[in-house]
């Protein structure tokens, strides 16, 4: 076989293969979505578990503050029409995320102005100031999780 | 003298073979296993945790009972070697009040996954960590999925020591005709002839052995204070007033 005869038969199956790939592996939304929920839960766990210690850690507290409130304004982007459970991908979205989208993005927005307002209160490093804006955050995860995530019985 | 359907001589009186915080333990964890099943397939995971603590308590208890209980609750007292187990199996081995060597390793499993599975509990959490054992503050991300994990397998293995445990019992009952349930139930059985009665050991241990186990559980659930969490009483307002359901 020589070198042309492979080149021209890679060039054919190579893009092939790709688009076979692309066409059976799931929407790349659904990973990106995963993970940034992954990575807000992570930061979220961080203060939480700090918040229960007797002595705090402020800066790692900021820290995760920062994270977020990064991956809380990607949340409303994160799901495009055609990402919900009839793509035939394991997730918890609910259809009512499209069919009231309205309040769907409303929730999300909620989400925004509470991890501004953590990463505000974390940035005094007044403790009382982040326990509270902490209670607020996690009332807006639940605010969006009732309503528009499945739940787990 | 009397003799069982089997055959076999028996003593005149029944004694008392199962005393009453072994029978406690044993239907709290029949009742108990099954409700911490449902509370976590219904997500109810407060419940679950509530549960799991209840749990801790009792498997606590029942471990230290093991060690200075009545003398069929004692570990000592029904844990033997392989010869004994050999033995046992060949069918020549002389009767015993309480478990015979082979169930032995059955109880000891049971008791060995309960304790496994709780303190597995303990330390996991759910899809985003925000219901969680009251221990998973303690550990990172990955170790508390790990635990999760760990949990759900740990469940699969209960569960089939449990259909192991109710099949043997069945199989007694049918084939060697004896009767094990009514003796966990009453407490009392009459023994093979020339078997020594169980020595039951005083109340006053058992409630002994309740407060410390109790305590345990009080202080795993509080988060182990003063190391882990702060003490209720001293929680800044704001962190005593976070509840996961408020949040979830």
Redesign the interface.
């Known amino acids: 076989m020589n070198i042309f005869k492979l080149a021209a038969i890679s060039s054919l199956i190579l893009p092939a293969t790709a688009m076979v790939a692309l066409a059976a592996g799931p929407n790349p939304a659904f990973k990106a979505r995963h993970d940034n ?1 992954e990575k807000m ?2 930061a ?2 961080g203060v ?2 700090e ?4 002595a705090p850690d402020v800066k790692l507290i900021q820290t995760n503050s920062k994270v977020i409130a990064g991956a809380a304004v990607k949340v409303k982007g994160h799901f495009p029409k055609g990402t919900g459970p009839e793509a035939g991908v394991k997730t ?1 979205a609910l259809p009512v995320i499209w069919e009231r989208n309205a309040d769907f993005n409303a929730a999300a927005d909620k989400l925004v102005a509470a991890s501004k307002g953590f990463q505000a209160a974390a940035a005094t490093g007044d ?2 100031k ?3 804006a ?2 607020a ?3 807006s ?2 605010n969006c ?1 009732d309503t528009f995530r499945k ?3 | 003298m009397t003799q069982d359907l089997a055959g076999a001589d028996l003593q005149s009186a029944p004694v008392k073979l199962w005393d009453l915080p072994v029978r406690l333990v044993h239907w709290s964890f029949v009742a108990l296993v099954p409700a911490l099943w449902i509370s976590a ?3 109810k ?1 407060d419940l679950h945790v509530t549960l799991g603590l209840v749990m801790l308590g009792l498997v606590a208890f029942r471990l230290l009972w093991g060690l200075v209980g009545s003398s069929t609750a004692r570990f000592s007292g029904f844990l033997r070697g392989p010869a004994a187990i050999r033995a046992h199996l060949a069918g020549n081995a002389s009767p015993v009040a309480g478990h015979n060597p082979l169930g032995a390793l059955s109880v000891i499993a049971l008791l060995g996954l309960l304790a496994a599975q709780v303190t597995l509990g303990l330390f996991s ?6 219901s ?1 054992g009251p221990l ?3 550990v990172s ?1 990955d170790t ?1 999925k790990a635990a999760s994990q760990a949990h759900e397998i740990g469940f699969v293995l209960i569960q089939a020591l449990v259909v192991l445990h109710v099949a043997a019992i069945v199989w007694y009952r049918l084939k060697k005709r004896e009767n094990l349930v009514t003796p966990m139930i009453t407490g009392r059985k009459r023994l093979a002839a020339g078997i020594a009665a169980p020595r039951i050991a005083p109340w006053w241990l058992a409630l002994l052995c309740a407060a410390v186990a109790a305590a345990l559980a009080v202080w795993v659930a509080w ?1 182990l204070p ?1 190391w ?3 003490f209720p009483w001293d929680r ?4 005593a ?2 509840n996961a359901a ?3």
């Open positions: 929920f839960g992570k979220t766990k939480f578990d918040l229960k210690k007797p918890e403790l009382a982040i326990g509270q902490a209670g955050l996690g009332g995860c639940k999780h739940p787990r019985s | 397939e219904k997500g995971l959490q759910d899809t985003d960590a925000v969680s998973n503050f303690l991300w508390g988060g003063p882990g969490m702060q800044p307002p704001a962190a007033q976070m408020d949040y979830m």
